[in-house]
């Protein structure tokens, strides 16, 4: 069987994720010309620290949204760190400094600093992939995610992020309450929005973050491993993390699966190889898998492309 449920008109994401070296781009970039050839406007995007986008497609993608088809609306887009780092300076900045110069005399450079903080690029990262997707400028977004401990993280940041904004809501509230006795000693800088204000705005985008990434018809998580040890274990680490996070995956694709041995190593990578995929079948009885088998050839181009695509979809 092919990929299921992820075509739908409903569906504005796919996250594609996996260990490195498994054949995440390859992948949704083969799912997201799938979408393209379909009549869909389509933006592949990939997070991860060393992309390959424009290694697959032959076509120079970077930190700007560029045509990646005549024949088709497929888009391409490969964001690094600094850009997100940018992105969120520009569309947050202001408020940090708002916060901090409430309370210290402090440069603006400070908001670099601030940027640097755990956790700031992969909710930043979150929040400008779903303002992609509700800008309406495409159908759908495939996202190209970082290896799987990268993304693991980023899909649990909102949940955190939440948290600690409940947190430094209560540490607010005490401290305000502390400073109103001490208001006539003490010189505010005047026009500040509240604490409380700025603070609503960040926990409501994060409420927006994980309703968003946990809506089965919006969202759809796409899982790429490889019929080996490791492959399969970070696969249960991941498919574990996802549920405990209420987040869905529907279809496991299992690459470079042998398909005819034709001499002794084939032979003998074919069998371990079928322990790993047996081993999967029994584990994920309620999940899709999907068979990729291994090629003689590289994946670079369209048509190579198109071939995987075919492959993923069961498509004639």
């Not at 800088?189 to 927006?208: D, F, N, P, Q, T």
């Not at 899982?223 to 498919?239: D, H, M, N, Q, S």
């Not at 529907?250 to 398909?259: C, H, L, P």
Request: glycine letters at 6%.
């Amino acid at each position: 069987m092919g990929l299921v449920n992820i075509t739908g008109k409903d569906v504005k994401l796919i996250m594609v994720g996996g260990k490195g070296g498994v054949g995440k781009t390859t992948c949704a970039s083969a799912v997201a010309l799938k979408l393209a050839m379909d009549g869909r406007r389509v933006l592949v995007i990939s997070s991860d620290p060393t992309p390959s986008l424009s290694d697959i497609f032959e076509v120079s993608i970077g930190s700007e949204e560029v045509k990646i088809s005549d024949r088709y609306e497929l888009y391409g887009l490969e964001i690094s760190s600094d850009v997100v780092l940018a992105k969120w300076k520009e569309r947050f900045g202001d408020e940090i400094y708002e916060v901090i110069s409430s309370f210290a005399n402090v440069d603006y450079d400070f908001v670099d600093y601030v940027g640097t903080a755990p956790g700031i690029e992969e909710e930043y990262m979150l929040s400008f992939i779903i303002e992609l997707v509700e800008s309406g400028k495409y159908d759908i977004v495939v996202w190209d995610t970082a290896p799987a401990g990268h993304t693991l993280r980023l899909l649990r940041l909102p949940h955190l992020f939440l948290k600690h904004m409940e947190a430094a809501t209560k540490f607010y509230m005490n401290m305000y309450a502390y400073l109103e006795r001490l208001k006539d000693a003490v010189r505010f800088k005047a026009s500040k929005r509240s604490l409380l204000e700025i603070i609503g705005s960040w926990e409501a985008l994060s409420e927006r973050i994980v309703e968003f990434i946990r809506d089965e018809k919006l969202t759809k998580y796409l899982i790429i491993t490889i019929p080996e040890a490791l492959g399969v274990k970070l696969t249960e680490r991941v498919i574990a993390e996802f549920k405990e996070n209420m987040l869905k995956v529907e279809n496991i694709v299992v690459n470079y699966v042998v398909k005819e041995a034709d001499c002794e190593f084939h032979k003998m990578r074919k069998a371990m190889q079928q322990h790993y995929l047996d081993l999967l079948a029994n584990t994920y009885r309620d999940t899709n898998l999907v068979i990729l088998n291994l090629t003689p050839w590289e994946v670079k181009g369209m048509d190579r492309i198109a071939g995987i695509s075919q492959a993923l979809f069961l498509t004639p």
